[in-house]
């Protein structure tokens, strides 16, 4: 393996909206780099295919082709692929190989994906992404964790991360990015069913009034058109997370009620958007609105039909 990561060569499993970023911000810096995606071989395959040429990175036919030509493989699929990707991977990867958990999974999940890793001689740390990917790109605020985290930081910030060593033990970032989702994925989930159901009584402005004078540094008109639009496009990607979450709470000991009603209302609103509610993927008008009531509108039409 190159000891400058600026010569690996980085394997990227997960070509979704994460996954572009970094191969994006990596490429700028002519690091080599390599995806595999399982949409590739879907109709949705021709746009990442699309992406991949334009970027100079290299698309491969599986799990196993990327590990084994990788010195660094950083995993960025939905929650629930973060165990069955490490497993994939594992099979193929060389000794001594970096494996970058980027997912949103619960500390038992990582404990068992860091088991599969290192039990094939790779070197497994786990990442906690504390914010969202877009506004900050790769250098998004990673938490990492693990045996080898103190190792790979230094290595990870010279290629533009901007990573944080938060413990030497597996599932502590993970634990600190879940029990902050319980907050910011469940506000999202609050906010879509707060603010349709006002605008199905009518006392939008009154509710949105009466939660300015209450946390007054919240523009909750913008705030609410963003948690709308993002749900909108991501809400499959959350809800996965959000079972992850739940997860993470039973494996505290309490029961998830708050977190198994948040992965429940973003499952549904990624349904009404897989129906085509909010327009069609990849146009510019789909989940675009600056308006929240465009959404909700649109919601209760569809639950009034």
């Known amino acids: 393996m190159a000891e400058d990561p600026k010569r690996w060569q980085i394997g990227l ?22 995806a595999y995606d399982i949409k590739l071989g879907s109709e949705q395959g021709v746009a990442l295919k699309q992406h991949a040429a334009t970027s100079g990175v290299v698309l491969v036919a599986s799990h196993a082709e990327l590990a084994a030509k990788s010195d660094f493989v950083i995993s960025a699929v939905t929650a ?10 594992a099979a193929a990867i060389n000794q001594g190989t970096w494996f970058l958990d980027f ?17 094939a001689a790779g070197r497994y740390v786990e990442g906690a992404v504390m914010t969202s990917v877009p506004p900050y790109r790769i250098k998004v605020p990673l938490l990492l964790g693990g045996p080898g985290a103190r190792e790979l930081e230094p290595l990870l910030n010279a290629i533009g991360f901007a990573a944080k060593v938060a413990s030497d033990e597996l599932g502590v970032s993970s634990a600190v990015k879940m ?40 523009n909750w008109e913008k705030q609410g058109a963003y ?9 499959r990607r959350r809800a996965e997370e ?9 494996e505290a000991g309490l029961t998830p009620w ?12 990624a349904d009404l958007a897989d129906e085509g509610l909010f327009g069609a993927r990849g146009t510019e008008e789909f989940a675009r609105s600056a308006d929240w009531r465009t959404e909700a509108d649109r919601i209760l039409a569809r639950i009034r039909c």
Request: aromatic residues 6%.
């Open 13 to 34: 499993v997960g070509y979704g909206e994460v996954g572009r970023i970094l191969a994006e911000d990596l490429r700028r810096q002519d690091i080599r780099v390599s």
């Open 227 to 235: 948690f709308f639009q993002r749900v909108i496009e991501h809400g």
């Open 242 to 250: 959000v079972r992850e979450v739940a997860e993470t709470v039973r």
């Open 258 to 269: 708050s977190a198994q009603g948040t992965a429940e209302r973003q499952a549904w609103i």
């Open 103 to 119: 997912n949103s999974a619960s500390p038992g999940a990582k404990q068992r994906a860091a088991a599969l890793i290192d039990g």
């Open 179 to 218: 029990c902050r989702s319980i907050m910011i994925k469940g506000l999202e989930a609050m906010v879509i069913e707060s603010f349709t159901t006002a605008r199905a009584y009518g006392v939008e402005d009154a509710v949105l009034a009466s939660l300015a004078e209450t946390f007054p540094a919240i």
């Open 80 to 89: 629930s692929q973060a165990v069955p990707v490490a497993k994939a991977c």
